[in-house]
């Protein structure tokens, strides 16, 4: 059966008290960049560190009493796994969860510490799923999918009701997809209260199958790519939130890892917002795709659906994203093996007000001759400009760059 504004509305009075109502933040920034108010939804904020409580809590609060004896199980790259654990905790039943091998570790200590007993199946949230699949059958455990039950779907949408609340005027909801729970809730609920607003979402352009299951009419999978965007990297729509989207979402648009890592920059900068590469997905819609938000009459809103990011992974995303933008450039170039040649490459740099944040010098390898050095260079540009003009002043200095 189709999930109904009612279901979201009964699953809110279930989640009072345990979820949080996450704030929204306007951005002066990203609404200068498309000529449109755009507010961001703090969900990075919430309980858990994403909107995954939401669902996760409403599906296993339904369950009864003799099926919460043999406890939960759940597949998860992190987000669905610290959700599925804390409502476990809360609702006093065990968990299991199984998620695939080197998923972030940052991730798999919150949910050993939420209590859940953590099982590695596989290199993909599928293959984990796979895992859950049979352990549920062995055991008895309720299956707690993460994004294709109604119940999932229905706590999702409650994130909906919150934005219509705060954002009343808003005239289009960005909100980030993997499988599609969170897009499917809001999108129902969003436009069972104001059928006008439109509902835009947004998958990495590496996993990407929406696009093309609409196209098709029926759920399709895609040969997924590795993303930074872990948290949406799902191959397949669910059936139960595919319906949804149909007939609510306006549009699915894919964005590059060069706009992911750009969105997690700003956001970080500008906002003073950590969120991981996933939960930065609507906003990077909006660096890539302006024009797709250009006629918007009123606010959009950019959901951030999550935060749980790790720190190197994190420090790796921040200099992606500062490459993206023209702010970083590492390079290797060949001088001279006599005194002062270094010097005087570092002398050109200053010249052009770079900042040098790391250098190697190799005078060994089998490509060098015996009177080379290779030098490798990572330096902080203060945007593309910038930094053509100084790889042009490298260039007509006689140095021949290798980009790292």
Known sequence: MPVTLDDVRAAEKLLAGVAVRTPVEPS????ALIGRQVVLKCENLQRAGSFKIRGAYVRIARLSAEERVHGVVAASAG??????ALAASLLGTTATVFMPEGAPLPKLAATREYG???ELAGTSVESALVAAHAYAERVGAVLIHPFDHPDIVAGQGTLGLEVLEQVPDATTIVIPVGGGGLVAGVALAARAINPS????GVQSERVAPYPQSLRAGRPMSVDAQRTMADGIAVSRPGDVPYEEIARYVDRVVTVTEESLSQALLMLLERAKLVVEPAGAAGVAALLEHPDVFADDPGPVVS???????DPLLLMNVVRHGLAAAGRFLS?????????GSLDELLRILAEMQVSVLDVVHERTGSTL??????VTLSVETRGPEHRFAVEQMLRDHGYVITYT
């Open 116 to 118: 859940a007993r953590i």
């Open 79 to 84: 987000n669905h796994a610290q959700g599925v």
């Open 331 to 339: 390079f290797r170039v060949r001088i001279s093996d006599r005194p």
């Open 197 to 200: 607003i439109r509902v835009i």
């Open 28 to 31: 002066r920034a990203l609404s």
């Open 303 to 309: 959901v951030l659906s999550g935060g749980n990011i």
């Open 369 to 374: 001759a015996i009177d080379e050095v290779e």
